[in-house]
């Protein structure tokens, strides 16, 4: 990659490419699905503004600052500040969370692929709910295909990366992703006419404290305790805090990295909030498409990861011109994830090149290969052979299944563990430690310079959010981390 982007339109393009993705399309529903909608939203909105648009400024100010690998990037600023080098850990984990988040990323990128050619031959036409849920099913018990989509989706992620990634994500961006927002609209106004639109509105902003506070198992059935109580569990605010970090690629150094090549003069302060404005409007769209499906047909909003997979088919199979429609649909959300999984591994592959001396070739190669590997346990997390309520696999020792009341950590698969693990502590902590970084290790000057916000008050309200407001938050949700393990 050259080292500077051509234009700030371009590092516009490549942040919003790689915050749109899949967190937007099939994470946001899915998990606003199954933590009871309102609440969650609020929470997820609350985070957004209070620690993902400040942390977004932090790091892209950083990545500019040191201009390399967000692990160089950190072991600079140290330096320049007095302080410690032990403050590039954060790169260091932060290649280790983007390789984590990419080794399942892939997984249901492929998925997507697999739903584009779905999609082309027409099976989704005249579909019942039953007929849907069965092509979904016939994928993800199928270990073999789901390993051939992301097999190939890791070699498309390395060959992009390898070719440097600047004029691709440009033109990916600048033609897909705008294609894809008119899709989303086209598919909400077909929502609006689906019979669930109302109970969507009510579902995703009418607070109910009760969902999104007690836990409650995959069929959305609260859970117990020995006392017939229901049961108190911070979960949801945990998972609800990380996905505003997940979706707007924040904490592990993505951003920063992007920022790295970013050009003096542009101001911060508005493209981070072109960036957080845009990432949000699509997964609330994409919400508002997904959730009047779900209630028209009579589905389960808890029903997981393959929420979007179960519920848009039905649109595409039911509207005019649906097989085309659904197509471009699956094809543009493989682009959004593209541009999201080259930011994912850049990281890594920057700081092979810049300290191992690495070839760009050979450094993507390397590291795709090593991440297409750990893919391996979201695969076999997935597929299985269910008996009862137990799915048998070769993972099956870590995992359960959902609707098994086991208590405990391990009544989760893997991938949910990786998930969580990722998104919801690896994330967090690393936003902790760039918002600690930027308000009281560096230098004042050195942050209020490279911001240059036009306006003089805008950087104390940034320096009172990343000082005070965002690390405590992120702290309190951390306070109640002990009890999740259990629920
Ligand atoms: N934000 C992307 C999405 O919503 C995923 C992603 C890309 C990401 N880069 C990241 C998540 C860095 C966390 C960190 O799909």
Redesign the pocket.
Known sequence: MKREWSSRLTFILAAVG??????????FPYITGEYGGGVFIFAYLVCICLIGLPIMLAEIALGRRGKQSPVNTMFQLSQEAGAHPAWSILGWSGMV??CL?LSY?SVIAGEVMAYSFRASSGVFNHQSVDGVKGILTSLVSDPEKLLAWHTIFMALTVVAVARGVKGGIEKAVTFLMPALFVLLLVLVGYAMNSGGFEQALDFMFTPDADKFFYARNGLGEYLMDAEGEKIFTWKPMMVAMGHA???????????MMYGSYLNRHVSIGQMALVIVTL?TVVALLAGLAIFPLVFANGLNPAAGPGLIFETLPLAFGNMAGGTFIGTLFFVLLFF??LT??I??IEPTVAWLIESKGLRRIKAAVWTGAVIWFIGLATIFSMTGTTIGDITENLLSWVGFSDTELKAGFFKYNLFQIIEFF??SIM?PIGGLLIAIFSGWVMHQDSTEREFSFRSRYVYPVWQVMVRYVSPFLVFMVFLNIFDILEF
Not at 18 to 27: D, M, R, T, Y
Not at 245 to 255: D, K, V, Y
């Open positions: 790689s915050a749109v993705g899949l967190g937007n399309i099939w994470k969370a983007g988040i990323y970090f997940f979706t707007l690629s924040l904490g592990m150094g993505a951003i990432d959004a994830a999201s999984a930011s994912l990722t998104a994330l």
